[in-house]
């Protein structure tokens, strides 16, 4: 075997175990041992005719000729001894012979690895560059000195703050990194080991309530009267510069307690104003037409007419006060003036109005810390008149008022009357007239109440709510007890409305009668005179309303036993219910406590001498007679 059947074993990709194609695509067949003399020639010609490079010059596989006494590039030279071996090969290798073509190949393959590999090592040295950069400074954040937190009071110039750090202040210089034009007072900063501004880390989320006792000129607050807390002024973070405060709201401080950070919604305000006023038309008001027909002309006729009532020089109430025994509607009253009063503006106007009605109970406004319930006196008025502002009419509507404008008594003991009533008429002298604010005061015992706030020009009207008479009854019954209820009929009977009327008459009848069965209370009045009140005197809204929810509930439980039949309303259900209305119901006082009795009662308190509840005797002489077992 020839030479060139020797290394046409080594072919690699271009050459087989068979045969083998030179540069210039000759084959040469091992299995053939005869190859004749003219393909020889003709190889040998080729070969020859390529004499004409120099053996200086190499031509690669690209066709690319490179010289062998030239620079060798970053990757050739850093190949080390491999290259320079191959060189020296191929510069020995003569042009013609066709292992130079391996070795050329072998050069390249071994330069572009070597350039890969040292991509790939340079990849790694600067991933390891960055990892030793990033330990050095954990290393150097975990043994660096703690920052300072403080509050940032103040920028006064460019690059430097004012700040308070644990209750001193300092004046500090600002990390030109940081633009301080841009920093916002009450927000915390951070501090290195030498006060220099270094980080901004947002308002504090955290820190005490205050209230707002005062708004100074400037725009400063003026917070304090809590216990923990002595009044002292504070500034407003910048996000509260132009946010619209007043006294008695509340604003959350930054923990060093100078610069108030947030408003606090007042959850005070919200627990007693009703944004809607309930509807409850004069229709839904059974009973008291007296009431009000006096109540519209307090109110509904100075405000629809007011050119004539100033025309007569007229001067309008600022409020009027309901008095009268619980559960006859004073309460609802308020309600409905405020609905009703709203309605006929709309209507006389043609214009969208809305009311808003602050429903106050008396006790709520109470509080043990001083200074406290005059403050909520003061929000009460303030947030009516914000109401006013936005073109609301607003109604104030003070329930139990005998529990905060009690008659004062003499300074010999303090008492909470003698600072409210004073803050109370004080507000009301600032109130102008019913175009802008009605005040409704209620109390069961008008008796109680401070004669300084009953004056003329403040609390000008007095309407009594008397119980509800027999007719009264009746109507008021009518308004709980309709003919869209189901009610059990005779039958052949059609007349829902005629039937409905018949069992109010029975039961009405029934409740106002005098009879020893229906005997409730004795009076002793100072005459010496002694009334026997029955169960009619005592009647109210309240307890006729519960009397039909008590039928209702009898009825129901009977329809649930039997669903097959067709189950309403009795009058037995009524007069049950009537029974057992005045037999448990918890208005009334389970003592003989005569100043508790009085709050029920019609008779002025002055002439009563003692209430004696009847029944309460036959209870007692029943327990007395009943067998020992």
Same mark, same amino acid.
């Given at each position: 075997m020839n030479d060139k059947d020797k290394y046409s074993k080594v072919g690699g990709n271009h050459y087989d175990s068979k045969s083998v194609k030179d540069k210039d695509q000759l084959?040469?067949?091992?299995?053939?041992?005869?190859?004749?003399?003219?393909?020889?020639?003709?190889?040998?010609?080729?070969r020859t005719d390529r004499s004409r490079y120099d053996n200086k010059y190499i031509e690669d596989d690209d066709g690319f000729e490179f010289d062998l006494d030239e620079e060798v590039d970053e990757n050739e030279a850093s190949s080390g001894y491999s290259l320079r071996l191959i060189r020296m090969i191929i510069s020995e290798t003569p042009v013609e012979d066709f292992r130079r073509r391996y070795l050329l190949e072998l050069r390249r393959s071994i330069i572009n690895d070597e350039g890969e590999f040292r991509q790939r090592l340079r990849a790694i040295e600067q991933e390891a560059i960055r990892i030793h950069k990033e330990m050095e400074e954990q290393i150097e954040a975990?043994?660096?000195?703690?920052?300072?937190?403080?509050?940032?009071?103040?920028?006064?110039?460019?690059?430097?703050?004012?700040?308070?750090?644990?209750?001193?202040?300092?004046?500090?210089?600002?990390?030109?990194?940081?633009?301080?034009?841009?920093?916002?007072?009450?927000?915390?900063?951070?501090?290195?080991?030498?006060?220099?501004?270094?980080?901004?880390?947002?308002?504090?989320?955290?820190?005490?309530?205050?209230?707002?006792?005062?708004?100074?000129?400037?725009?400063?607050?003026?917070?304090?009267?809590?216990?923990?807390?002595q009044s002292v002024i504070i500034e407003r973070a910048t996000d509260l510069v132009d946010v619209k405060l007043k006294s008695g709201d509340e604003v959350r401080l930054d923990p060093s307690l100078r610069v108030a950070v947030e408003y606090i919604a007042s959850k005070e305000t919200k627990d007693y104003a009703l944004e809607a006023v309930p509807e409850i038309p004069w229709s839904k008001v059974g009973g008291l037409d007296e009431t009000i027909q006096r109540i519209k002309d307090t109110i509904e006729q100075p405000i629809l007419h007011p050119e004539l009532f100033k025309k007569f020089q007229y001067t309008v109430p600022k409020g009027f006060l309901l008095h009268g025994p619980p559960g006859c509607g004073k309460t609802l009253i308020g309600k409905a003036?405020?609905?009703?009063?709203?309605?006929?503006?709309?209507?006389?106007?043609?214009?969208?109005?809305?009311? +808003?009605?602050?429903?106050?109970?008396?006790?709520?406004?109470?509080?043990?810390?001083?200074?406290?319930?005059?403050?909520?006196v003061r929000e009460i008025f303030s947030t009516a008149r914000e109401k006013r502002d936005e073109g609301k009419l607003a109604f104030v509507f003070i329930d139990e008022a005998e529990s905060i404008l009690?008659?004062?008594?003499?300074?010999?003991?303090?008492?909470?009357?003698?600072?409210?009533?004073?803050?109370? #008429?004080?507000?009301?002298?600032?109130?102008?007239?019913?175009?802008?604010?009605?005040?409704?005061?209620?109390?069961?015992?008008?008796?109680?109440?401070?004669?300084?706030?009953?004056?003329?020009?403040?609390?000008?009207?007095?309407?009594?709510?008397?119980?509800?008479?027999?007719?009264?009854?009746?109507?008021?019954?009518?308004?709980?007890?309709?003919?869209?209820?189901?009610?059990? +009929?005779?039958?052949g009977e059609t007349d829902d409305q005629g039937i409905v009327d018949q069992l109010i008459t029975e039961v009405v009848d029934e409740m106002f009668r005098e009879s020893s069965e229906n005997r409730f209370l004795e009076v002793a009045l100072r005459s010496g005179r002694r009334d026997i009140l029955y169960r009619?005197?005592? #009647?109210?809204?309240?307890?006729?309303?519960?009397?039909?929810?008590?039928?209702?509930?009898?009825?129901?439980?009977?329809?649930?036993?039997?669903?097959?039949?067709?189950?309403?309303?009795t009058l037995d259900d009524l007069m049950d219910s009537l029974n057992a209305e005045y037999s448990e119901n918890d208005i009334f006082p389970p003592t003989e406590a005569t100043e508790d009795w009085l709050k029920l009662l019609d008779y002025d308190p002055v002439n009563v001498v003692k209430v004696t509840p009847i029944q309460a005797e036959k209870r007692e002489t029943r327990k007395v007679s009943s067998p020992v077992i």
């Open positions: 084959e040469f067949d091992e299995d053939s041992e005869n190859e004749d003399e003219e393909t020889n020639a003709n190889y040998s010609q080729r975990l043994t660096a000195p703690a920052n300072r937190i403080g509050t940032l009071l103040d920028t006064p110039k460019d690059d430097t703050a004012r700040v308070t750090v644990g209750g001193a202040e300092y004046y500090a210089n600002v990390d030109p990194q940081l633009e301080s034009g841009n920093l916002k007072k009450g927000v915390s900063v951070l501090l290195n080991e030498a006060f220099v501004v270094v980080g901004e880390l947002g308002y504090n989320e955290s820190g005490p309530i205050a209230k707002i006792s005062d708004i100074l000129p400037d725009g400063r607050l003026r917070v304090g009267s809590e216990p923990s807390l003036t405020a609905y009703n009063l709203t309605e006929r503006l709309k209507t006389e106007s043609g214009e969208e109005i809305e009311g +808003t009605f602050l429903h106050i109970k008396g006790p709520e406004i109470l509080n043990m810390w001083l200074g406290e319930s005059e403050r909520k009690g008659t004062r008594r003499a300074m010999r003991s303090h008492s909470i009357s003698n600072t409210l009533v004073p803050m109370f #008429c004080a507000e009301m002298d600032g109130i102008e007239p019913l175009q802008e604010v009605v005040i409704i005061l209620a109390t069961n015992r008008p008796d109680l109440i401070d004669p300084a706030i009953l004056r003329p020009g403040r609390i000008d009207r007095k309407i009594k709510v008397t119980r509800p008479n027999k007719d009264a009854a009746k109507d008021i019954f009518g308004i709980y007890l309709t003919t869209d209820l189901p009610i059990e +009929t005779e039958e009619g005197h005592l #009647c109210s809204g309240a307890i006729i309303e519960s009397i039909v929810q008590r039928a209702k509930e009898s009825a129901m439980k009977r329809a649930i036993a039997a669903p097959d039949t067709d189950t309403g309303i």
